[in-house]
């Protein structure tokens, strides 16, 4: 399974941005997707999951209300929307997969800034 994140860049505080994660190899193989991010100086965090059928959702609590996931398995792809960007929004974001055999897959990140 190979991810490929897109989509970051640079946003103003209050502003939207959205993130797309397009998958490709086994990805009969993915049950659950999911964003992380990791800000300078801290620990990778989960921001938001899907299950495979996109019928379960979980997100941190510091983004419920404001970001969105959601799955497209006709398009081997997930989104993250988000609204009302904090500057504490800041990170490296993170598309992470995990098949039925609990194997994990990773893309290379992409840049999320947001300025006050």
């Known amino acids: 399974v190979q991810l490929v994140e897109s989509g970051g860049g640079l946003v103003q505080a209050g502003g939207s941005l959205k993130l797309s994660c397009a998958a490709s190899?086994?990805?009969?193989?993915?049950?659950?997707m999911d964003w992380y991010r990791q800000a300078p100086g801290k620990q990778r965090e989960l921001v938001a999951a899907?299950?495979?059928?996109?019928?379960?959702?979980n997100y941190a609590d510091s983004v419920k209300g404001r970001f969105t996931i959601s799955r497209d398995n006709a398009k081997k792809a997930m989104y993250l929307q988000m609204n009302s960007l904090k500057p504490e929004d800041t990170a490296v974001y993170y598309c992470?997969?995990?098949?039925?055999?609990?194997?994990?897959?990773w893309g290379q990140g992409t840049q999320v800034t947001v300025s006050s």
């Open positions: 992470h997969a995990r098949t039925h055999m609990w194997a994990h897959y």
């Open positions: 190899g086994s990805t009969f193989s993915i049950n659950v």
């Open positions: 899907i299950t495979n059928d996109a019928g379960n959702t």
